[in-house]
């Protein structure tokens, strides 16, 4: 069953002569959902082997899995950023997995252990993707600060951090040799960097509209891209001209991946719409339609009979290709527990829209971003058992009541809480906070809990 997803499944499958699958291919053997996380999951990213996966969360965490015997098992919970995790990608041949985050920083893990082996950090602008070069020795990431920064996974040192880039960078990708790097920016524009020389290359393509997504096709020769206009496409690197125009989304491209062996290329976007193409002739292939939400990420297997795909759910979950699998009904439900009606209590409407995404009201934290509100008024900021707070709030002597929630929302946390893990959340309406503060004393009441069977 494929949880808290309510899917129409499209197929457009053109007559070719489709490979031969053996019985332990990848579309038969992989489970239906990676679930663990307690947010929205931002990347997915499966395993060379095609036996394990990684994902990454808005809850601050990435999570390593097993994709044996139909079944997602969590075999190590990365945590140590202090931000939603963007991305995170496998060290080829190592035990080595590197992600970036929200909080400026990228980390290098030991994927056996859960050790933090490093983590660079930036100047505190998102970084939004990373790569690493197919022989494992350099990563790089595309940052909000408008660089491209360059790694040494073998010295565990930054080596450069390009500029040039009038907008945030939003992707990278590495040439198939390693000895280029692209990046995608806001600025419109894909540009080449010198990895050995760890100086800018020159500019490739120029879009006019903000590009999300670059990625290196196997000849070496050609990029894809996707853009925010919906639009994605093949570019020549040698010329910047565009040599294939593909299917245009309606909204941003926010995904795409490469099955070289299978020789399949796949585009996400945020209509909830993904395409997989034939490299060979860019000739559609597949089609797949989610409407209930962008497709955030998402990881093809090798062998191109079956993808990963992540979106506003808490799990990924599994699009098989090849052989088709007919839709079953989804476990979970839609809308999201932060897309709620417009007509509901106006408290309860600003606590999914502003705090539903990190918090839950019951003893459980679900593996949420943030702790658990439950019995929130009264209690000494950093003080949850079991939730692993910043010293800036281990350190905190402020009680959460009517006055203390009240300037949390005026100042922000960045004013009333800083160096802590909340992100910068401010209601400008009076009414709106009060509404919110009076909705969490009720809802977080743990008299009010028991009294109604919670």
Not at 393 to 409: G, H, M, P, Q, R
């Amino acid at each position: 069953m494929l949880s808290a997803w309510v899917l129409a499944v499209l197929a457009f499958v053109v007559p070719i002569n489709p490979p031969a699958h053996a019985q332990g291919d990848a579309a038969t053997s992989m489970p239906e959902t990676l679930e663990g996380h307690g947010g929205p999951v931002r990347s997915v990213a499966i395993g060379a082997d095609s036996a394990h996966a990684l994902t990454s969360s808005f809850d601050y965490s990435a999570i390593y899995w097993g994709l044996e015997a139909h079944k997602g098992r969590e075999l190590m919970r990365l945590e140590g950023h202090d931000a939603a995790v963007n991305d995170a990608a496998f060290v080829p041949n190592t035990d080595i997995a590197v992600t970036a985050s929200d909080d400026g920083s990228v980390a290098v893990w030991n994927l056996d252990t859960g050790e933090m082996l490093k983590r660079f950090r930036g100047p505190g602008d998102k970084v939004l993707a990373v790569d690493v070069s197919r022989d494992g020795h350099y990563a790089a990431s595309a940052g909000w600060d408008r660089r491209v920064r360059l790694y040494d996974l073998k010295e565990l040192k930054e080596l450069a951090a390009f500029e040039g880039h009038r907008g945030n960078v939003n992707d990278v990708a590495f040439s198939p040799d390693g000895e280029t790097l692209y990046s995608a920016s806001y600025d419109g524009t894909i540009q080449s960097w010198n990895v050995k020389e760890r100086k800018p290359g020159r500019p490739i393509y120029s879009h006019g509209w903000g590009l999300n997504i670059v990625r290196a096709l196997p000849d070496g020769k050609s990029l894809l891209f996707g853009s925010l206009d919906g639009s994605a496409g093949v570019v020549d690197i040698e010329s910047g001209e565009v040599l294939v125009d593909l299917a245009v989304h309606n909204g941003p491209i926010l995904s795409a991946d490469i099955a070289v062996e299978a020789g399949m290329a796949l585009v996400g976007g945020a209509d909830g719409v993904v395409r997989v193409y034939r490299m060979a002739d860019w000739i559609l292939l597949h089609t797949f339609e989610n409407p209930n939400g962008p497709i955030w990420g998402a990881s093809l297997a090798k062998d191109g009979t079956a993808a990963m795909l992540a979106g506003l759910d808490d799990a990924a979950f599994l699009w098989q290709i090849s052989p088709r699998k007919a839709f079953e009904p989804p476990m979970g439900e839609f809308p999201r527990r932060f897309q709620i009606s417009a007509d509901a209590d106006p408290g309860e409407r600003q606590f999914a829209r502003k705090c539903s995404v990190c918090h839950t009201l019951t003893k459980d934290g679900a593996n949420r971003a943030g702790p658990s509100l439950y019995g929130l008024f009264g209690r000494h900021a950093g003080t949850l058992e079991g939730y692993a707070y910043s010293d800036a709030l281990k350190n905190s002597t402020i009680v959460w009541n009517d006055e203390t929630i009240a300037k949390l929302f005026d100042d922000g946390p960045d004013v009333v809480t800083p160096g802590s893990k909340m992100p910068v959340q401010r209601l400008k309406s009076v009414e709106d906070r009060d509404a919110l503060i009076a909705y969490l004393k009720r809802a977080t009441d743990p008299s009010a809990a028991s009294a109604s069977g919670q």
